[in-house]
């Protein structure tokens, strides 16, 4: 043992290197905004990026870029502020200044100017000039006005007007990352075993999000071109289609990357799309998962036996890390509110890797009504139960849509000694109860933010904290009257949360049914 211990204890740190958001080189000030917020009680609409901010939050991750928004003084104005990221600068946001005359006129004069006085300003590699509903409304010509501006001003410029995507494709990133591949890249030589690694503009920030996978990769011999979108300059995006392989994390379909596909003839890891098509002990999760991404990579590559080599060491290490956690947590019986599609990645790694035991598992499939038919409630329901088959005897008891005073009843007969909510109940709901209640950390956990061998230790460190010393019983958002169709959030939001709900699904019969 001590000849092992010797062998492994010098990459250990390396492999624990920033499972602390400490060392994810983003000021812990910052980084503790983010915590704070994301426990807030917001619904999905609120936290989706609109058209504009959406198309802000990718002119933020590229260096040197510019955005001009087309329209009146307002829209620049109020949407400097993105609720996905409310602790983030104010970027700077040039306007045409629409007025009743461009509204009626159209602003095609307004936009050539404004796209000269911009560039005069700011200097920047790249204008991204972004509609609003007016200049929709006014039809201005945007590829004509914008070839004309490059004849003009010594730099890239792009624009985006929202109707690259359909309105259920993030409408916002999405039709902003779809104009760069149709306007600015160019085809070009692509590199030998070379990837793209994508996690979009969301959170955690890609180069976090990715340092783990990038660091194995190129240790295994493949060339990462790239992370992306995350402080990118506009030679970087300029690079994209030198990679064969796009690695892609996060919400999917991407319009934009179905178009690189067919423009450059880049292939795609789709990991999201992954998610829904194996079974859940192979997602990428965990140290199993992590493992069986690699595989697939190298074999995309015809190089799977130099990753396989790469990824067992790296297992060898994780394990032995993990053992010390695992005396206190094998066998502990805990509650799971299966997470997202149908379980996140810190629920997987609580079961497969720290040894848990769900004795209670909770679906509130009452909020997936406009997402999924029954027959699809019913697939995600067996697919979480074939998963804890693997790893536990027992079945667990299943509940479906309960109320919380419901699920706390079965919670104290099967003495459960650690709750996992569920995604659409509040933490705060359960923590006076004095059991210890698992915090999600947003900033680590969320998406598919557990990629790597680093994520199940930081896990296994949140779980130790929860157990040994968790959250006050008291807490300011547990004195909050929470809805019991959507535990998330108190009677006003829930009614909000109903009334999108019915908006966004809301099906048009066909004319001979009206």
């Known amino acids: 043992m001590a000849a092992v211990e010797t062998e492994i204890r010098p990459s250990i740190e390396a492999v624990s290197a920033v499972s602390s958001i400490r060392d994810w080189n ?49 829209c620049a104005f109020q949407t400097k502020m993105c609720a996905m990221r409310p602790w983030d600068d104010h970027i700077s946001t040039p306007c045409t200044e629409f007025t009743e005359k461009e509204a009626i006129y159209g602003g095609n004069e307004k936009l050539e100017a404004a796209i000269a006085a ?17 200049s929709d409304l006014t039809g201005d010509d945007f590829p004509g006005i914008v070839e004309a501006a490059k004849q003009k001003v010594p730099c890239d410029i792009v624009y985006t007007t929202g109707t690259c995507t359909e309105r259920r494709r993030r409408v916002g990133d999405q039709d902003a990352l779809y104009s760069i591949v149709d306007q600015l ?26 340092s783990e996978l990038a660091e194995i990769l190129t240790e295994c011999g493949i060339t990462v071109n790239g992370i992306y979108f995350d402080s ?56 199993k998962g992590t493992s069986n991404l690699l595989r697939r990579i190298g074999d995309h590559f015809g190089i799977g036996g130099e990753v396989e080599a790469v990824a067992d060491r790296r297992v060898q290490q994780t394990n032995y890390i993990l053992e010390k956690y695992r005396e206190k947590t094998q066998w502990i019986p805990i509650a799971l509110g299966a997470r997202g599609m149908p379980m996140s990645g810190s629920e997987i790694i609580m079961i497969r890797e720290l040894g848990m035991n769900c004795k209670v598992l909770t679906f509130r499939f009452n909020t997936l009504k406009g997402f999924f038919n029954k027959a699809t409630l019913k697939w995600l329901e067996e697919r979480v139960l074939r998963f804890l088959s693997i790893y536990q005897e027992e079945e667990p008891e ?53 990629l790597g061998f680093r994520m199940p230790i930081a896990v ?30 108190n009677e006003h939001w829930a009614n909000l949360v109903e009334l999108f709900q019915e908006l966004w699904y809301y099906e048009v019969p066909p004319e001979d049914e009206v």
């Open 460 to 489: 296994a460190e949140d779980v130790s904290w929860c157990i040994e010393k968790g959250v006050g019983k008291n807490t300011l958002l547990s004195l909050v009257e929470y809805s019991d169709a959507w535990p998330k959030f």
């Open 398 to 450: 299943v509940l479906i849509d309960p109320t919380v005073e419901e699920e706390i009843k079965v919670f104290k007969k099967n003495d459960v000694k650690l709750i996992v909510p569920n995604a659409h109940a509040h933490p705060s709901r359960y923590s006076g109860l004095g059991v210890p209640v698992f915090i999600d950390r947003y900033t680590k956990y969320h998406g598919f933010g557990s």
């Open 185 to 210: 890249l160019e085809d070009c030589d692509t590199v030998e075993n070379s990837v793209n690694l994508i996690a979009g503009v969301g959170f955690p920030p890609p180069r976090a999000h990715f």
């Open 232 to 287: 990118n300059t506009v030679s970087e995006l300029k690079a994209i289609p030198r990679a064969e392989l796009n690695v892609a994390s996060g919400h999917s379909p991407f319009s934009w990357i179905e178009l690189a596909e067919s423009k450059f003839g880049t292939k795609t890891l789709d990991l999201a799309r992954m998610m829904h098509t194996i079974e859940l002990d192979e997602v990428p999760y965990g140290i």
């Open 26 to 74: 983003y000021p812990v000030t910052v980084m503790g905004q983010v915590s704070t917020y994301s426990a807030f009680p917001l619904h999905r609409q609120v936290i989706n990026n609109g058209k504009i901010r959406g198309q802000l939050c990718v002119a933020r991750a590229i260096n040197g870029c510019i955005p001009l928004i087309h329209g009146p003084n307002g």
């Open 118 to 134: 911009t560039y005069e300003k700011y200097k920047p590699e790249l204008i991204m000039v972004i509609s609003t509903c007016a």
